[in-house]
């Protein structure tokens, strides 16, 4: 039965970070048209969320956590716009680095993950109330 258990709590951190992950994700969306006020001003710079294993003592085991979130350094992209009061001198406004595919195929990934670790969960519970049962049985 405490096996069962720890496969519970081991999913349960899966959803953790991966819930996390959603949320910077959908933040980068959120942001990905946000441009600056003024010229010399960034416009909003994409989050990257990354992981790590650390040891869960009161499960005995290696469960992921979140590492850190951190900004994405690559360059943003420009587009022409003389008319927005953040274009430099030619006339053009920096745009996020944000690309919307790539955080829609990464909102994917993450909602795969979370569902995957929730139906694990699901089992273990199954499992848990038949070993219950069996039990109560006897």
Avoid at 69 to 75: A, E, L, N, V
Avoid at 86 to 113: F, H
């Amino acid at each position: 039965m405490d096996d069962i258990i720890k496969t519970i709590r081991i999913s349960s951190a899966g959803m953790r970070v991966q819930g996390t992950r959603l949320r910077v994700i959908s933040q980068n969306i959120a942001n990905a048209d946000s441009l600056p006020q003024r010229p010399g001003d960034d416009p909003y710079r994409r989050k990257i969320i990354t992981f790590k294993n650390e040891l869960d003592r009161s499960v005995g085991e290696d469960t992921v956590r979140v590492h850190r979130i951190h900004k994405d350094m690559s360059d943003f992209a420009k587009k022409y716009d003389p008319s927005h009061p953040a274009s430099d001198a030619d006339g053009y406004v920096q745009t996020p680095n944000v690309n919307t595919m790539i955080e829609m195929m990464d909102m994917r990934e993450a909602q795969r993950s979370y569902e995957a670790n929730l139906n694990l969960i699901k089992s273990s519970k199954t499992m848990l109330n038949s070993v219950i049962d069996v039990l109560r049985a006897n």
